[in-house]
């Protein structure tokens, strides 16, 4: 498996690849032409030929992909399954909400529990899961080598989790406040999930149709 | 203002800009050049020049972009503060919490309340604003010409909400279902945010780690 030189986008293509191909397996497709995959997302042939030889040969020329072998080799390119360990980093509706209807969040990660600062959660359970109090975050953190650590706290108290987080040698915080932390130079792996980026695209898209321009 | 033929590369770029500069403004910031602004951001100045040449000019030769004319300007072009009407559809802990965290929801649109299945939570409210009867759906978003539907349902109630909103004429689903929503040919615009894309490329890049490459 070759993985040195593949440029962000196409990265960021391959969950969306993965996706279809679950979704086409699960309505019982075992093959799909580059053609036909390339309409149903939206991209051209020649562009799915070339995200998809970055990483070695899928395909047979006019035969197209088998959909099982491709979603296995996208899960194992992106790493999935490999059992990275994860914590919650705040327990309110939006960690609460990730836990209990993303399974993804279960399957294929060692799910260790959720850490909150409110006295009223600390000691409760999410979906089965401990509640800790965020006091023992960075011993925790270190003593377990946790992989990921999810970030749902307000605001104003990302930084200052983000900085334990880093002390106590987290490798990614998958970021939820709708801010920018600061990691510094060999910080952990950062992902922001940025909300008010998607609505603005669909305010855009409104505003474009408001002023009558072509959808 | 030019708004034709702007790819979606560049319209996703708009709402990290405009995060940028807000970012910018707050530290004090009047004046920036497109190379300080690119080393910033990860994009090279020439990219930068050619994103904001799309909407007309902006800065100027050597004297780099006032920072507040093109916030302003981005959130024009965005359709920021045109005030469009939104609903949640799903009163459960993620809606609250993107309700109850996130202002921008509330911010530059019309937030007219939530709808749940729910009996012991319809006739309450979150932060003020009412939780109706699903059941009302249809007619609320007929009467009162609703833009945007954020919904918030669990997955196999997706769908059929989805449904009775494009039946209703709702114009845009910003769509939090984790599951691709049919609206068929002339229907709503559909922005949905795929929280496991964005897990996924994080865990593409800690195996990368692992396996000992460049990160």
Excluded at 45 to 53: A, C, Y
């Amino acid at each position: 498996m070759k993985r040195s030189n593949v440029s962000n986008n196409v990265i960021r293509r391959l969950p969306r690849y993965l996706r279809k191909l679950d979704d086409l397996a699960s309505k019982g497709e075992e093959r799909i032409s580059s053609d036909k995959l390339g309409r149903q997302m939206g991209l051209t042939p020649s562009q799915i030929r070339q995200d998809f030889s970055c990483f070695g040969e899928f395909g047979q020329q006019g035969y197209g992909y088998n959909i099982d072998s491709l979603r296995k080799e996208i899960g194992q390119i992106l790493g999935t399954y490999r059992g990275y360990s994860a914590i919650l980093v705040g327990a309110g509706n939006l960690g609460t909400a990730l836990v209990q209807n993303f399974d993804f969040i279960i399957e294929g990660y060692s799910f260790l529990g959720a850490f909150d600062v409110d006295p009223s959660v600390i000691g409760r359970d999410i979906d089965g899961f401990p509640i800790y109090d965020v006091k023992d975050l960075g011993p925790f953190v270190r003593e377990k080598k946790v992989d990921i650590a999810i970030l749902t706290v307000p605001r104003h108290a990302a930084q200052e989790l983000t900085d334990t987080l880093v002390a106590s040698g987290i490798r990614a915080i998958w970021n939820f406040t709708n801010t920018e932390l600061e990691v510094g130079e060999n910080g952990p792996l950062v992902e922001s999930i940025h909300f008010s980026d998607s609505l603005l695209v669909l305010t855009y898209h409104l505003a474009q149709l408001d002023d009558g321009e072509k959808k």
